[in-house]
């Protein structure tokens, strides 16, 4: 099956700095997503992104499909940007999410 | 407050109960899906449902069956569950055909003792 890798697996950020998450896949994909997951368990969706760039108030994201990678930028990080980001992507079967391992974030004050 | 209603938010039961999972959207979503999570590791998928008509079972053991009434509506029932079972199970909803639009419901945390 296919593998994703998220790095880095932890990233502990002072609150109004910026970071970079990046998702590898190691074959072409239908589709890409981006979850944040929080301490409650909450799984929003924050980005439908097979390919391209979208920006959705502070959170980015990129996909670029021909080299099989995703970044998730944050910018100006607040404490509510705290939990586990993942990324799924869909290959085989439509709305099947294969997850990555997921990146820790924690934002301090 | 999400799309994806998920009852109950907590269940412990033992391993001769049966209970059952409930699950609702009300965005016309045609596809629908149970995942299991354990505790610091990303979701599984169990079930898909398109058009209620079950189209992916990955190999779930039968003490989970499901079952998906009409179009908003997923139901889990579990029987003579393991207590490696106890999980956090998501429900989750989305456009058929395109996976667009993937909404998670708030999950039920489940303890079989």
């Known amino acids: 099956g296919i593998q994703v890798e998220q790095s880095p697996p932890d990233l502990i950020l002072q609150e109004g700095a910026n970071s970079t998450l990046r998702c590898n896949f190691s074959d072409s994909v239908n589709n890409l997503q981006w979850f944040h997951q929080n301490p409650w368990g909450q799984l929003i969706n924050l980005f439908y992104?097979?390919?391209g760039t979208k920006q959705n108030g502070r959170l980015s994201a990129t996909t670029v499909a021909t080299e099989r990678y995703s970044l998730l930028y944050i910018s100006s990080s607040q404490t509510t940007d705290s939990g586990v980001y993942f990324c799924?992507?869909?290959?085989?079967?439509?709305?099947?999410?294969?997850f990555g391992a997921g990146t820790q974030v924690v934002v301090t004050p | 407050d999400t799309e994806v209603t998920q009852t109950p938010k907590h269940l412990v039961m033992g391993m001769t109960n049966k209970k059952s999972l409930k699950c609702e959207q009300h965005m016309g979503h045609r596809a629908m899906y149970w995942y299991k999570q354990k505790a610091k590791k990303p979701p599984e998928l169990m079930f898909v449902?398109?058009?209620?008509?079950?189209?992916i079972n990955e190999s779930v053991p039968s003490r989970f069956s499901p079952e998906c009434p009409n179009s908003s509506l997923l139901n889990l029932h579990l029987h003579a569950l393991q207590p490696e079972d106890s999980a956090l199970y998501l429900c989750a909803s989305s456009q058929a055909d395109l996976g667009y639009g993937y909404t998670f419901g708030s999950g039920t945390r489940l303890t079989v003792v």
């Open positions: 992104i097979p390919s």
């Open positions: 799924a992507v869909e290959r085989d079967s439509w709305g099947k999410l294969q």
């Open positions: 449902y398109s058009y209620e008509k079950l189209s």
